[in-house]
């Protein structure tokens, strides 16, 4: 991956939330690279999602419509809980 394409990830993970920064941002810098690529695609595709609508599924107050995006929100939070 480019140097780039980390960088244009790192910031569409920086969101007018602070609750979905802290969430997001930690995963990009240190989880991302990691993804196998069809799971990278998978992370851009959930950063074009609306920040309430991420918040909700985070928080698990809604489901996403797309089922694909649950085992990649668990595996944020994963990393989120391993973090604490």
């Known amino acids: 991956m480019?140097?780039?394409n980390k960088q244009k990830i790192f910031w569409h993970s920086?969101?007018?939330m602070l609750e979905l920064d802290l969430l997001l941002v930690p995963f990009a810098q240190e989880v991302f690279e990691t993804l196998a690529p069809d799971q990278q695609q998978l992370y851009e595709e959930l950063l074009q999602e609306e920040?309430?609508?991420l918040w909700n599924w985070f928080l698990d107050r809604a489901e996403p419509p797309q089922p694909k995006f649950k085992p990649l929100i668990?595996?944020?939070?994963?990393h989120?809980?391993?973090q604490v």
């Open 51 to 53: 920040d309430q609508d």
């Open 74 to 78: 668990a595996q944020i939070l994963a």
């Open 2 to 4: 480019t140097e780039l």
């Open 14 to 16: 920086r969101r007018g």
């Open 80 to 82: 989120k809980a391993a």
